[in-house]
Structures are given as C-alpha cells and as structure tokens.
C-alpha cells in the first residue's frame, strides 16, 4: 500500500490557475499508474486526469481537456496537476489515487489507494 498526501488546493478566481501535488510514502510511485479524481458536493466522484508508470500516457477528462496537465516525478515521488483557466464547475474536492499497474486508467474502480483529498474553490 502507498500513502498519498494531496495539497495546493485553495480559493482562486474564475480564469486562474493553481497547482496540485500529491506527494507518496510507503512504496515508490515508479510502479503505479496515477490519477486525479474530483468530487463536488452532492455529486458522484469523477475522473479528472490520468498518467502511465513513467508518463508516456495520459488521459483526461473531455471537461478539463486543454486546460489541465497532469505529470509526476518519480525521483520526487510527487504527481502534480497544473490547473488553468479554472471554472466554478471545477470547484471541487480533488483525490490523487494510485493504480496498481502501469496502465493509464480512467474508471474509479481501477485504482487501489486514495488520498484524503484537497478542497480547490473556484469562485465566479
């Protein structure tokens, strides 16, 4: 099992930007695929972006297609999302999570271990 530690979440306005890390204890991250989830109040947790073992791949939601990326630093042991152009509809609680394979995946059900999440608000 890797534990994971979200941050640099916070308040921001419509159209700025912030960058979240995710940082892994436990194992390395180098044998994981990665992801980011986002939950918003009242509504189902959904799949935001996703990236290989080694960062080849990745994966994102049609939502935030162009104006996020996702990355990670396996010497650092850290998975990142940098967030532009944010929206209020992408106010959220936002959850890195660990896929035990090397596979981008999108599905919810695909990854093993979660973070406690970050609160990202977005306001108009």
């Known amino acids: 099992q890797v534990q994971l530690v979200e941050s640099g979440g916070g308040l921001v306005q419509a159209g700025g930007s912030l960058r979240l890390s995710c940082a892994a204890s436990?194992?390395?991250?180098?044998?994981?695929?990665m992801g980011w989830f986002r939950q918003a109040p009242g509504k189902e947790r959904e799949f935001v972006a996703g990236?290989?073992?080694?960062?080849?791949?990745?994966a994102y939601a049609d939502s935030v297609k162009g104006r996020f990326t996702i990355s990670r630093d396996n010497a650092k042991n850290t998975l990142y999302l940098q967030m532009n152009s944010l929206k209020p509809e992408d106010t959220a609680v936002y959850y890195c999570?660990?896929?035990?394979?090397?596979?981008?995946?999108?599905?919810?059900?695909?990854?093993?271990?979660w973070g406690q999440g970050t609160q990202v608000t977005v306001s108009s």
């Open positions: 436990g194992r390395s991250l180098s044998m994981y695929a």
């Open positions: 990236i290989s073992w080694g960062g080849g791949s990745t």
């Open positions: 999570a660990a896929k035990w394979d090397r596979r981008v995946g999108t599905s919810r059900n695909e990854y093993d271990d």
